[in-house]
């Protein structure tokens, strides 16, 4: 797994719990939209929402480019390969139960 750190969107990098689910809710709905796959929201054990979707193997540059951007919206952002499948990865920090 590769994993390179994003830069998180926000005032002065602190936003409220609410700011952080509407950012990965931005950041769903705009992977849906560049993808064409509906993509898997969880909770890791950490309490950071992580945002995945699959990715075709063969994308153009442009939705390439489009896609690393969606991605460096949130805190940290990678890709996964199976033997089936790619998927990208992207994770929006709980700062409001990081700060409790």
Not at 11 to 27: E, K, L, N, V
Request: aromatic share 4%; no cysteine.
């Amino acid at each position: 797994m590769e994993t390179v750190n994003g830069q998180g969107s926000g005032m002065g990098g602190q936003q409220s719990w609410h700011g952080d689910r509407a950012r990965a809710r931005r950041i769903a709905d705009a992977l849906h939209k560049l993808t064409g796959h509906p993509p898997v929201v969880d909770r890791t054990r950490t309490g950071a929402t992580r945002v995945s979707v699959r990715v075709a193997e063969r994308a153009d540059r442009t939705q390439t480019l489009a896609v690393l951007r969606v991605l460096g919206q949130g805190d940290s952002f990678g890709h996964d390969r199976t033997a089936r499948w790619e998927k990208v990865w992207v994770e929006v920090a709980d700062r409001a139960a990081a700060q409790a």
